[in-house]
């Protein structure tokens, strides 16, 4: 005998809510028979999944396991409902998009019409998301695709290419590097340094470009978008980079901001569009690529 995907759905939303009540809601059933497809499912296993303690629910590590594997299962599962919907119809119907947050503001504006136009029956959600948080959602089946950065490592992912991002640097004026010409290596100081808070990609890329370790201590400034950083660089807090495409969507015209670029080999990262290994709608994700392209 074999689980039940209804079993594991319910077992999924048991650890995404710790709650049998609020687990039952999401799933539109009654606590009771939520709480009985729980059982059945433990019997099939033989081993319980969960411990019920008063106000608290808390897997086991049966259960834990059971809910990793039940992610993969159920996600095959809707890409299957969801190609079997759309056959022969690529890139109509429901896609979940996540974007990085670096990104999605300056691409998605200029791409999205067109891709419109050229799939109307298309009903595109998005999520906007830090890259691991959406490689999670990947893998988890929670969205279909997600444009990131690369260098990214991430195992049971592939991706199709959208193009290069150049980053640059931007300084206040009047500051020693807002001359002309691109800035030499060496130039950039951790200590002169105004970044994007950890977990964004951009952060890591830039500072591994140039091979300086992160300022350190609790009085450092994090933005926590690129919005803020251009202000603060306008304020004269010091330096930071920017990706090419924002700088082309006029983020950094305003008053007391340079933007210059690095070194005459500048560093670059990769946009592409990613998706979970074997997913069915990977031939999707590659059109969208292609959507997407940066000229």
Known sequence: MLPTLRQLQYLKLLAEHASFSRAAEAAHVSQPALSAGVQELEKVLGAPVVERTRG???????????????????????????????????????????????????????????????????????????????????????????????????????????????????????????????????????EDLILLEDGHCLRDQALAAFDIDPPKGDDVFAATSLHTLVQMVSSGLGVSFLPEMAVRAGLADMPGVVVRQISAKAPRREIVVAWRTGSSRAAEARLLAEALRLD
Not at 103 to 119: G, M, N, Q, T
């Open 56 to 190: 608290n629910v808390q897997l086991t590590a049966v259960g834990a396991e059971a809910v990793r594997r039940a992610e993969d299962v159920l996600a095959r599962t809707e890409d299957l409902v969801e190609a079997a919907r759309n056959a022969g119809k690529p890139l109509s119907g429901r896609f979940r998009l996540g974007v990085i947050p670096t990104v999605a503001p300056f691409l998605l504006p200029a791409r999205l019409p067109d891709l419109r136009e050229a799939y109307p029956k298309l009903r595109l959600f998005i999520r906007e998301d830090l890259t691991p948080r959406l490689v999670a959602g990947l893998k988890a089946g929670q969205l279909d695709a997600a444009v990131i950065a690369l260098p990214y490592s991430a195992a049971g992912i592939d991706h199709a290419r959208i193009g290069d991002d150049e980053i640059l640097a931007a300084a206040p004026v009047g500051h020693a590097l807002a001359g002309r010409g691109p800035i030499p290596p060496g130039s950039l100081k951790a």
